[in-house]
């Protein structure tokens, strides 16, 4: 009879990491090995799984980093990654390992957070978690962008990107995060490279895309306050007439207009310090595991 075994934090097993990425290529299309071969895979990503005879079956990882709220920074996790074998499932292996976590990190972090698609929305309200609805922030633009001041980082710019977000500040003292830069690196090596653009008179790394007439601002990496008037000034073009945030703004006396996000995912929460949290939040997308 096949026999699990737990497996935890196992990243410098190789015979057990590929088979992890080839249970998430298989699960979700995505794959980690380039992410580890250079160097972004720490002990912040920590795969709670189980194996069968060194086969990764089943997995809940653990991803470590920083909220701000108010403010105030809190230890966080965010849960991600969720994933069993088709030959495993209804055995309850993610109820197990969602178990394991909690009975690790319960009393050692001040927020727990995932983000489930709509076939497990039943799931995590078990364990405690909270349904929390996102919004988006967005402002008409009045059309003259400027177009072409960026300049875009492409992979030769790797290990400046890193650095720099490494060092960053929040998007917003209301709601953001930190120790997030190796998540980041996981959208740069993964498709985002070329949407990323570094405006050097203003010192800001700004992901985005155009399309059309609105511009999708995915993050604003700076270790400084940024001034949003300028930045959408340098990289609109004259063509875009609305910017929409995939972030929480800083405070500022812009008008934001706030609408309820519509994703393909809806955020859950546990954590004893509900009321703290903001009315109005967008997690930062490239925050997302």
Do not use: C
């Not at 309200?125 to 402002?139: D, L, M, N, T, W």
């Not at 609105?214 to 910017?243: C, G, K, M, Q, W």
């Amino acid at each position: 009879m096949e026999k699990l075994q737990f497996a935890r934090g196992y990243r410098e097993d190789a015979a057990l990491r590929q088979s992890f990425n080839q249970l998430a290529e298989m699960t979700f299309g995505i794959q980690f090995e380039s992410w580890f071969e250079k160097g972004y895979w720490t002990s912040k990503y920590e795969p709670f799984s189980y194996q069968v005879e060194g086969k990764i079956v089943a997995n809940v990882s653990v991803n470590h980093l920083e909220w701000v709220v108010n403010g105030e920074s809190f230890k966080a996790i965010q849960i991600g990654t969720v994933m069993t074998h088709p030959d495993y499932r209804g055995q309850g292996l993610s109820r197990k390992l969602m178990e394991k976590v909690l009975e690790e990190y319960d009393s050692k972090v001040d927020w727990m957070y995932l983000f489930a698609n709509n076939s497990v929305l039943e799931f995590y309200p078990k364990f405690g978690f909270h349904a929390v609805a996102e919004s988006q922030f967005r402002i008409p633009f009045n059309g003259k962008g400027k177009n072409g001041v960026a300049t875009n980082l492409s992979l030769r710019d790797e290990s400046f990107v890193y650095q720099f977000v490494s060092e960053r500040s929040p998007t917003s003292a209301q709601f953001g995060t930190l120790g997030t830069a190796e998540l980041f690196m996981f959208y740069y090596l993964n498709g985002f490279d070329s949407d990323m653009y570094f405006i050097e008179e203003e010192n800001v790394l700004a992901v985005y895309q155009i399309h059309g007439e609105e511009l999708h601002l995915f993050d604003l990496v700076s270790n400084v306050p940024v001034s949003y008037e300028r930045i959408f000034e340098l990289i609109a073009t004259p063509d875009v007439t609305e910017i929409i945030l995939h972030f929480t703004p800083e405070d500022s006396d812009i008008p934001w207009q706030v609408h309820d996000f519509k994703g393909s995912e809806q955020l859950f929460i546990r954590s004893r310090l509900m009321d703290r949290l903001p009315k109005m939040i967008k997690h930062p997308m490239f925050s997302q595991a």
